[in-house]
């Protein structure tokens, strides 16, 4: 049943520093989660996350500002992160990843949404995708990816919307201790991340067919993740006739679901 009570999120302007006017009730959401979070994620998630987590100075005790997370980055990397709106069109989001820039959302999840949120809120935006773009060999994929989605164009952004989710938000990487998780719907999500190691979800190796053609659900925890072997095997990948590959995915059709319908 529709809620109609329940308040819709809505982006935060910028004031003439390109800073966002965030509450006190929003440093102490954020405190929670980025100290919740911080805690679940030893030993699951890849090393260069954390360093990445350190290199942008993120902190429990406030918001973290767009500004300030691409000044950074634009050092250390060339990457650079954009205040949007929750949902962009497709071609602004490839355009964005193909400049070597992330779009961020504004708003932060309420109190009542601390565990789980539909839209993707700053939290999931920084805490999740933004530490690895202090990885150079990360950002050179998504730099690329975002070229051949442009390339491609509509007719093939459903596929490449599939790649992006099971790689840069749902995404395992092979270590020397093990899979660990990279993606930003991994490291942003309690479920999910304890989900991912649990033995239950099933971790593949990654392989770009399979990954084109295997569908998802946006509204559960995964019931199948894949594993990159390292970031540069991930942008060699899109060295492939991706049109040809897509083509043949959709003549092939999905592969059966491992999750039950949508209610």
């Known amino acids: 049943m529709l809620d109609l009570n329940k308040q819709e999120y809505t982006s935060l302007s910028a004031d003439i520093h390109g800073r966002y006017p965030y509450s006190q009730e929003n440093h102490d959401v954020w405190k929670d989660l980025f100290d919740r979070q911080v805690a679940g994620l030893k030993g699951k998630m890849v ?39 929750a949902i962009i069109p497709p071609t602004r989001f490839f355009t964005l990843l193909s400049e070597r820039k992330f779009p961020v959302a504004t708003f932060l999840r309420r109190r009542e949404d601390i565990d789980y949120i539909e839209e993707p809120d700053l939290f999931h935006e920084v805490f999740g995708h933004c530490p690895l773009l202090t990885d150079r060999a990360y950002c050179d994929f998504i730099e690329a990816f975002g070229k051949r989605a442009l390339t491609l164009g509509k007719g093939y952004s459903w596929h490449m919307f599939r790649l992006f989710w099971f790689t840069i938000e749902f995404g395992m990487i092979h270590t020397k201790d093990g899979p660990r998780g990279f993606g930003a719907g991994i490291a942003s999500s309690p479920a999910e991340v304890e989900n991912a190691l649990s033995g239950r979800a099933e971790i593949r190796d990654f392989d770009l067919m399979e990954v084109l053609r295997t569908p998802y659900r946006i509204d559960i925890v995964q019931p199948i993740y894949f594993a990159i072997d390292s970031f540069e095997t991930l942008t060699r990948s899109l060295d492939n006739d991706l049109a040809a590959m897509i083509d043949a995915a959709k003549l092939e059709g999905d592969l059966p679901p491992l999750f039950d319908p949508a209610p």
Request: charged share 20%.
């Open 47 to 85: 090393d260069s996350y954390f360093d990445g987590i350190s290199a942008l100075g993120l902190i429990s005790d406030q918001v973290p500002q767009v500004v300030d997370i691409n000044t950074r980055l634009q050092r250390l990397t060339g990457a650079g992160v954009e205040g949007v709106p």
